[in-house]
């Protein structure tokens, strides 16, 4: 079982940053291919960004450019640094893991672009 825990999120303007943390619990959080994914009011939810424990990384394609995702696994953390952010990156943000069939969620933060 592996508990993971968002930090970060907030109000902010266009084109400013945040940064958005995961704390997951468990010994082998190495082995887990960690992701971002986001869920906007009446959309599903959809990839943001995944991470490797080896360090190989995945993007949507509507967020190539502005977000970067990086892990430290001697802290079992995993961020997604937004920048330029944009109206349409208004969404719950949730942390990942996942190793093989096992599948896990955080609670989600909330984060919301708007002057």
């Known amino acids: 079982q592996v508990q993971l825990v968002e930090s970060g999120g907030g109000l902010v303007q266009p084109g400013g940053s945040l940064r958005l943390s995961c704390a997951a619990s468990?010994?082998?959080?190495?082995?887990?291919?960690m992701g971002w994914y986001r869920q906007a009011p009446g959309k599903q939810r959809s990839l943001v960004a995944t991470?490797?424990?080896?360090?190989?990384?995945n993007y949507a394609d509507s967020v190539k450019g502005r977000f970067t995702i990086s892990r430290d696994n001697a802290k079992n953390t995993v961020d997604l640094r937004m920048n330029s952010l944009k109206p349409e990156d208004t969404a719950v943000y949730y942390c990942?893991?996942?190793?093989?069939?096992?599948?896990?969620w955080g609670q989600g933060t909330q984060v919301t672009v708007s002057s």
């Open positions: 990942n893991a996942k190793l093989g069939r096992q599948d896990f």
């Open positions: 468990g010994s082998i959080f190495r082995l887990y291919v």
């Open positions: 991470i490797t424990g080896g360090g190989s990384t």
